[in-house]
């Protein structure tokens, strides 16, 4: 709106438009602005010449209550129990309960694909036969999930084709199976050329910078191009899984590459992530107020670099770890 953008922006968004199945795509600096950005354009009003008006004061959002911070701070400030709903994690029933009460002109649904804390995958297909029944929009934040899933002879294959078919919009972060940094939102070609001035967030802070842009496209080219790379990660990761399992080591219940070991007391928490320090680990430790008081865990994804003796390695800390924390 303001410099126009570089060649490699453009092509980004439209290599993204084409993966998620949208009309168009718009790039942001991270992941974090793409939602916030979302849900302020879903939600401002503006005025233009001519006689243009955008009045989008009136909308309904209802989130998964577990979504990630950033659609909560893009939330900030309107009307709980009025313009903002929150249905319990992963329960459609509870997201009909709402949509059926609510029964708005204009309803926004939003879900997130793999969650970031538990690495469950949400309830993708029945969150949007919920949404088609009240027509309600839909957006998928799938900031995990992107050039991970979808594939039939992967987990999570007939969810990732809904988000693709079906969903309104998609969010993708750059982050996670690229490995560089920004976000983007993907949708209808005239809400996102709406997007670019509404959304305060693309408008009025830098963008990706072009050579980000250009190598982030061609790592999706390249995981595409050889579907061998994700496929060969996501067995590594179901493999430690077994593992972790076969030394009765806990996991919340899901099939994805996040494997979250609730550890509960916070404080534990935190000393084990002391410890692993300690003896040459560096691992994400989940405590208060990334997640509830004293519901802290380690969140682990494997690298595709770790070999088996790191692993083994890393299996046998945890367990010594758990029996010093009486876990």
Not at 89 to 100: A, K, W
Not at 176 to 191: F, Q, R, T, V
Request: aromatic share 8%.
């Amino acid at each position: 709106m303001t410099q126009g953008i570089c060649r490699p922006h453009q092509v980004l968004e439209d290599t993204i438009a084409r993966h998620t199945g949208k009309e168009r795509a718009i790039s942001f600096a991270t992941g974090l602005l793409a939602n916030i950005g979302f849900v302020h354009a879903m939600s401002s009003s503006a005025h233009f010449d001519a006689g243009i008006e955008v009045r989008n004061h009136d909308t309904v959002f209802v989130v998964d209550r577990d979504v990630h911070w950033s659609i909560w701070k893009g939330l900030e400030g309107r009307d709980y129990g009025r313009n903002v709903h929150a249905f319990r994690h992963n329960d459609v029933s509870d997201l009909t309960r709402i949509l059926e009460r609510v029964r708005a002109r204009k309803t926004v649904v939003i879900a997130e694909s793999i969650y970031s804390a538990d690495g469950t995958m949400g309830p993708i297909v029945d969150i949007l036969d919920a949404c088609e029944r009240y027509s309600a929009i839909s957006m998928i934040d799938d900031a995990n999930g992107f050039m991970v899933y979808g594939p039939e002879n992967r987990p999570y294959a007939r969810e990732a084709a809904a988000i693709r078919d079906r969903a309104d919009f998609v969010m993708v972060s750059l982050s996670k199976a690229i490995g560089l940094e920004g976000g983007a939102i993907a949708g209808p070609a005239s809400a996102i050329d709406a997007f670019e001035l509404l959304s305060g967030t693309s408008m009025f802070t830098a963008a990706i910078q072009p050579p980000t842009a250009y190598t982030a496209k061609r790592t999706i080219d390249v995981l595409a191009d050889d579907p061998a790379i994700v496929d060969h990660y996501l067995a590594h990761a179901a493999r430690f899984r077994r593992q972790m399992h076969e030394s009765d080591t806990p996991t919340t219940p899901t099939d994805s590459y996040m494997l979250s070991v609730p550890i509960g007391n916070d404080a534990a928490a935190l000393h084990m992530r002391e410890w692993f320090v300690e003896d040459g680990y560096l691992v994400p430790v989940f405590s208060y107020p990334a997640v509830p008081r004293n519901r802290a865990l380690l969140r682990l994804f494997p690298h595709a670099g770790h070999t088996e003796e790191q692993m083994d390695g890393f299996l046998r800390t945890l367990l010594a770890y758990r029996r010093r924390l009486g876990l």
